[in-house]
């Protein structure tokens, strides 16, 4: 099945380091950041990181609320909530529900299967602390997400699944957008038929598709995948959006930026927790001509939003570079 060529015209969104806020950085430099994306005119979203224990960070919904209300026009989302499992969507309905209602339906909700215990202590502790097992993360994404458009949607809800049962819920408020989008972040291995599991979920039950780590050509073809299945499940044009997040550091010395991008991961993720392979993919680093490149090579590849976050101590030199030397190579 073929489809149409990659977009002519790409949305960017700031991605906040949010978990920063652990290792130093003022909470007050996320505010002047999205208040100068928003001011820049050329950033369409603002984004936050979300967990509990396995990469602490200050909270996601709490933090977007307190951005919603310095903000009037970016969309607001998640990169993404990798606590979704562990989040029962009674309180989660009504908690995003709220937050599209505070910002005037600004939200974009983009959920994920979170970490596996197999990625190391943290990830079991905080899987163990909140009663979830690594089997039960798939069940609980499709019953999370088909409890909560039955939890927005007019009139009572009623579930009976494995994990979550509702029984005649009048959920009040509604939020803003009476078809709240929410996005699936799926980035599998390399195995085909987990791939093709992986990518089949985001068809069926997403509204679009976000990943990172991910190759030009890797994601073009799953990008083709994603519509593909989506079109085999009924689901034809359902596929909103298409993002990726994306390190950024924009230095005229090319190796210095990769430096300060890597030690800057290391110490946001863990010393060793970044490999090389994905680091390929996932850095755009170098003076703005290289960074330009980079975003260029995805946005032909069929990238709709480019969500970027600065991999640099200093976040407002690095989106004011942004602002002034990049974004405006894609502008129409």
């Known amino acids: ?10 949305r960017f969104g700031l991605s906040l380091p949010n978990r920063a806020v652990l290792f130093g950085l003022p909470v007050q430099t996320l505010f002047d950041e999205t208040k100068l994306a928003e001011q820049s005119g050329l950033f369409d979203s603002v984004w936050v990181g979300d967990n509990f224990l396995s990469k602490p960070r200050v909270e996601s919904i709490v933090t977007l609320s307190a951005l919603a209300a310095v903000t009037q026009r970016v969309k607001l989302g998640v990169v993404c909530l990798a606590t979704f499992p562990m989040r029962h969507p009674l309180p989660l309905a009504l908690q995003w529900g709220s ?56 009139g009572l809800a009623s579930y009976d699944g494995q994990f979550y049962k509702l029984k005649d819920v009048d959920l009040q408020p509604k939020p803003v957008q009476r078809r709240l989008p929410i996005i699936i972040a799926s980035n599998p291995g390399p195995d085909p038929a987990i ?50 997040h994306l390190m950024v550091n924009i230095n005229d010395d090319r190796t210095a930026a990769r430096r300060e991008a890597v030690e800057f ?11 090389e392979e994905k680091l390929q993919s996932w850095l755009a680093i170098g003076p703005p001509t290289a960074v330009i490149d980079k975003i260029q090579r995805f946005v032909e590849a069929g990238c709709m939003t480019l969500i970027l976050r600065f991999a640099a101590p200093d976040q407002l030199g690095q989106l004011e570079r942004c602002v002034e030397e990049v974004l405006p190579a894609f502008e129409c």
């Open 195 to 244: 791939e093709e599991r992986a990518l089949r979920r985001v068809a069926r039950y997403g509204d679009g598709w976000q990943t990172d780590g991910t190759a030009p050509e890797v994601f073009e073809r799953r990008w083709r995948m994603v519509r593909e299945f989506a079109a085999e499940c009924g689901r034809p044009g359902a596929m909103l959006d298409s993002s990726l």
């Open 265 to 275: 991961l290391n110490h946001y993720y863990g010393e060793g927790n970044v490999s």
């Open 99 to 154: 937050l599209d209602i505070i910002s005037g339906g600004r939200t974009i909700l983009a959920v994920s299967l979170g970490g596996p215990s197999r990625y190391g202590p943290r990830f079991a502790t905080e899987l163990a602390t909140m009663g979830v097992t690594d089997r039960d993360r798939i069940p609980r994404l499709k019953e999370g997400i088909d409890c909560l458009r039955l939890l927005w949607a007019d």
């Open 1 to 10: 099945m073929e489809h149409a060529a990659s977009p002519t015209v790409v």
